[in-house]
């Protein structure tokens, strides 16, 4: 990329590699409806993998996305937008649709639970903060999909799931801050801290990925490494929110 009379030239291979990241975006609602797909077909293993498909995609498209200044590169489409619209898709439609279909939460009141899953992340969603300036979601962050796998996982009495989705719904609500995996840079100055809690992230996500590889066997190291992580980003989204970044630490000269 050029800079010539203050205006920016972008070469054609940072507009294919923008192009690139786009569509890389958007094959996360490919993946997602494959996963509805698996879920109509009660093939419920399969559509676990269709979303851990679509969340690498998200773990990484924004990542790439900053790497290439992708609104210099691709102007004309809004990245941010195509992000929330896959987001949604495999957040809260695909984990919504996977409660229609399976015995998780109470028969007569799964209605209830999706559409108290459904209007709280379209609030979630569209709050003009829900992604703060210091890089924080603001309230939960819709992982319904997560929180669908842990219950099917648990295989818990369904009127407690039905508890705890709807205290998630509520907590959309709530201005909480959250944890955003892949954009630490409020989360403390010390960048071996910050390292270490990307580094938590991957292996939250291969333990868990591990537990739906041996479903509906059990193992007790992986679970307990990927609900050590949950708990961690638990409190050290608490911690931040009570706590903000430079109330009692300083930035490194």
Known sequence: MKHHNNLFVVSSRRRLAGWCVHIFTASGAVFGLMAL???????????????????????????????????????????????NIVDFMN???????????????????CVVCVIAITLSSAYQFTQ????????????????????????????????LNFAILLFLAVLSFVPIKYIYPS??????????????????????GVATAGLIWVYPKSNSFLISVSMSYII?????????????????????A
């Open 183 to 204: 954009r630490l840079d409020f989360l403390t100055y010390n960048n071996t801290l910050r390292f270490t809690v990307f580094l938590a992230t991957i292996i939250w």
């Open 91 to 109: 957040y809260t439609i695909v984990p919504a649709f996977f409660l229609l279909v399976t015995p998780i939460v109470p028969d007569y009141w």
């Open 37 to 83: 797909l698996a879920i109509y077909n009660h093939e419920l293993i399969q559509s676990f993998w269709w979303m851990v498909a679509a969340m690498f995609i998200d773990s990484f498209d924004g990542l790439f996305a900053r790497m290439i200044k992708i609104k210099l590169a691709v102007p004309q489409v809004d990245g941010e937008l195509l992000d």
């Open 232 to 252: 961690l980003y638990v409190v050290f989204s608490l911690y931040r929110t009570w706590v903000p970044l430079g109330s009692n630490e300083q930035s490194p």
């Open 128 to 159: 003009v903060d829900a992604k703060t300036s210091d890089h924080f979601f603001k309230g939960f962050p819709s992982y319904w999909n997560i929180a669908i796998f842990y219950l099917f996982f648990w295989q818990m009495n369904e009127w």
